[in-house]
């Protein structure tokens, strides 16, 4: 078996890629979201703000049997590498992910990064079963279980018009203080600065397990380039935010992402977060029932939303259970320290 880079004008490679990436799909996770070719292919392409990333595939007699894509952070969390290693379920017990596993720590390690993180599907509660070889071999290469995100999916038409109306009606009455701004594509410039302090609270209000991740230093040149990249790969912000009048600041925010790809008729949601100190007037719901009727306006052939939240996220959960959003499966991520 030979890993080379995987090259994104090499248009077959990327293609064999591609297939095999709805191969394991199809027989790890048929439930789950489908990939999008057009998003996958500029990807391969795009540059990614605070974000190195780069691709593998592993050839096996001429064809395809392996993928290995692997993202350093770059700037703020210097000791962090992720990756999303997969093998052709046609291929697999034959060392493939071995190499591909090596060719991840070595990748990681001559980068200077010390603690390498890895994900596998497992199953939920009475959800679907899942493979259990990932968790296996993860653990057999040292690596433990530091986070459980338990992947959620929501028809758009989940609720019945009355729930909807009772619980925004709720949700309104809580927050009598805020403004609801909805937009797509990138923020509006009064908000962009207000915007930018809650990313960088993202990443410590939201619980990551015993992975170490400190505050971005999140400016305003950095969050467009972010929406630059976002529009460069085909993917279409959908955000709402609620505004304290009081101040103008932006209390909560919420995004879904949508594909530009017609054929495309699920949608991802992003982070949901509010301001510790905008907490107790129910300003997730808000945004996110908000944002949901803004989805069904600008992308009516969007049928489903599919999230995660970790396991230990009991607030977000109760939210998304109200929003009818029912567990499918979780994502677990294991953590290996060099």
Known sequence: MEITPLHPDDHDAVGDVFALMHAVR????????APVE???RAGL???????????????DGGAVVGYLGIGLLVGDNPHLAMAELMVHPGHRRRGHGAALLDCY??????????????????????GPRRPTAGVAFLERNGFTLALVNVRRRSRTDALTPETERRLWDRARAASADYDVRTWTGPAPDDLIESICRLDALSRTEVPTGDIALEADAVDVERARAKEAATAAVHQVPVKAAAVHRATGEVAALTDVHAYEDPAATHATQGITIADPAHRGHRLGMLVKLANLRQLRQRFPRVEEVWTENADVNDHMVAINTELGYEAVDALSVYQRRL
């Open 26 to 33: 199809a027989a790890d996770a048929p439930e789950g979201p």
């Open 38 to 40: 057009q998003s996958f």
């Open 45 to 59: 392409r795009q540059k990614r703000p605070g974000l190195d990333v780069t691709h593998y595939a592993a050839t």
């Open 105 to 126: 720590v070595d990748h990681a390690s001559a980068h200077g990064r010390t603690d390498l993180t890895a994900g596998t599907l497992t199953a939920w509660g009475d």
